[in-house]
Nanobody, 114 residues
Framework: QVQLVESGGGLVQPGGSLRLSCAAT????????MAWYRQAPGKQRELVAS???????NYADSVKGRFTISRNRANNTLNLQMNSLKPEDTAVYYC????????WGQGTHVTVSS
C-alpha cells in the first residue's frame, strides 16, 4: 500500500521560506503525477503545484515564481520549496500521488504570520 508522509511545515514570518518534503513508501518516479495541495481553514483544498512522471510542472497562479516543486531520486521524496511566503499561504499542505488512483499524505501545517 502506498503511504505518503509530509514534513517540514511550521511557523514562518511573511517573506520567509520553508521546504516541505513528502516521503513515499514506493518509488516516486513510478507515479504518473505527484502534486502538492493545500487547504486553508474553512476553504476547499486547492492544487498548488504538480509534476508529471515525465517532468512537466504546473503551478497555481498564486504561487508561481515563489514555489518550486521537485523530486529527489536519491532520497525518494517530493519537495516543495516555498519562498517569499505570504499570510495567505497559511494552510495544511498535502502530498498527492497518482498511479491509477490517488494517494494522499496526512498533511503538514504551514503558518505564515508575524
Amino acid at each position: 500500500q502506498v503511504q505518503l508522509v509530509e514534513s517540514g511545515g511550521g511557523l514562518v514570518q511573511p517573506g520567509g521560506s520553508l521546504r516541505l518534503s513528502c516521503a513515499a513508501t514506493e518509488y516516486i518516479f513510478s507515479f504518473s503525477v505527484m502534486a502538492w495541495y493545500r487547504q486553508a481553514p474553512g476553504k476547499q483544498r486547492e492544487l498548488v503545484a504538480s509534476i508529471a512522471g515525465g517532468g512537466s510542472i504546473n503551478y497555481a497562479d498564486s504561487v508561481k515564481g515563489r514555489f518550486t516543486i521537485s523530486r529527489n531520486r536519491a532520497n525518494n521524496t517530493l519537495n516543495l520549496q516555498m519562498n517569499s511566503l505570504k499570510p495567505e499561504d497559511t494552510a495544511v499542505y498535502y502530498c498527492n500521488a497518482h498511479r491509477g488512483v490517488a494517494y494522499w499524505g496526512q498533511g503538514t501545517h504551514v503558518t505564515v504570520s508575524s
